[in-house]
């Protein structure tokens, strides 16, 4: 690793929490943003359970994807608007205002009577919690050190991992013990504790100007994504590409697009600053996480396909597949901030991807007669390539704003990889589709079925992941399709292969230049002992952020 030069240690060494707190505020206030991840994290796996009793009380199958969809277009879309406006406006009451949007759709959602309400409500909460997950850790940016930050942040990791796990059963447990409602209901309890703690315990210093809110660029952004998002989900089947619908859409999306940039360059206080991207770590980092997240859950959405239709598993094996690589994400997140604090964020990034690259090439060799323990094996590595991934690049982005831009930077984090696994979602389940039309004509010769009957069952490949419709299927025609689908997942995994690689490669292009630790500290301030004031200079900094970290009295109010 590189050398810090004596600026940018001295530069970097006075850094400390923007927010200063005594150990129990900082604690109080910990818990209160964890606590609000969690639901978030819980609310985007737990509702899947109950979906099906949901549709057996208010209806609305052919609507069914649309509750799932509303949330993660509203949670989406929000993010960088909420946390440029954390920049301009504090996190305490932005937070604040983001749990009360999540707990007002929590309690509409248990109260529905019609799918369409249900949808329109989700889309409501939805809003809410794309303020929860990133200003939560850009709260954690705003009271901990760099090097703290290493450490609680894997925490966090943890606990999202945590959640994520058990939500699928506490869902199910919810549903059959109580009601589908208490789904959502559950939320309003924890999120008023967490809203009431993260109120009372987090004292922000006070601002004197008024900020300049970019009304247009926030409903601009909100109109472009929106599309964009529309245009992606509704993608997976090429024949909907040139539909008139289609067409307009991408049409409004390119024209909102540009009103936007325009009003970003006009505005005082733009919701996305373009400056930002003078940033190598800024523009860098958003890359990565865009071509992560599109090869992270697009290939992770197909690995259960690929267990029931290619190599015959049930769905509880199907199940299992998320288990391993939610433990590898967190056990690798714990173990890459420590990581970091001792060869720094560029080379534990770099690893990461490796790791990731080389799971999703083993991936794309499988097949029907791989042992099962080899694919458990390569999604926990998998998992574990981005556990060091994004850890990392979270805390090496925030590191490298000024403070005032720290909200939009955590932003821009989340933001890239969630635009990314929409879009990874849509490109791998277009080449699925396109790869199955390509291999019919060898499914009828193989089979021995018509034209008609083939036709149909690649129309219905819901049968070859249902075991009592895989029943009913001809022997030769499910042995094809379950051939021709395994070739499919095969391109698709090819998909991933490549996304993690153009990832690799841009890892290469982080500056080399690693965040300051205290072992760099150290070091610096031996360099510096020929020059008496720079030496002063440091030893005055590293002063500075030891009493930072030790119960300061300021702004205390205990």
Known sequence: MADLNLTEIDAQSAEKPHVILSRRRRWAVTGGVMLGMVLAALEATVVGTAMPTVIATLGGLDRYSWVFSAYLLTSTVSVPVWGRLSDLFGRRNLYLVGVFFFLLGSALSGASQSILQLIAFRAIQGLGAGALIPLSMTINGDIYTVAERARIQGLFSGVWGLASIIGPLAGGFITDQLSWRWVFYINIPFGLAAAAVVGIALVEPKRSDRPVIDYAGAVWLTCAITLLLLVLVES?????????????????????????VRSEKRAVEPIVPFSLFRNRIITVGSIISFLIGAAMLGAISFVPLFVQGTMGGTATDAGK????????????????????????YRPTVLAGLVVLTASFILLSRFDATT???????????????????????LIAMQNSVDRSQLGIATSLNQFSRSIGQTVGIAVMGTVMMLSISAHLGEVQRTSGLSQAEVARAAHNLNALVDPALRAQMPPSLLKAMAGVLGSALHNVFLVGVVLAALALVSGFWLPRVDTALSPERQRALDKAAASPAKCERLLMAEMTTLDSENEPAAAEGD
Not at 331 to 338: D, E, I, Q, W
Not at 371 to 393: C, E, I, Q, S, Y
């Open 236 to 260: 997976s089947d090429p024949a909907t590409w040139t539909s008139p619908l289609m067409l307009l859409e991408g049409a409004g999306m390119l024209g909102f697009s540009v009103l936007f």
């Open 321 to 344: 597949m998320l288990t391993p690589f939610l433990l590898g994400w967190v056990s690798l997140a714990v173990v890459g901030g420590r990581l970091m604090l001792k060869v720094g």
């Open 371 to 393: 042992p099962r323990w080899k694919l458990l094996t390569d999604v926990a590595a998998m998992g574990g390539g981005m556990g060091l991934v994004m850890f990392a690049l």
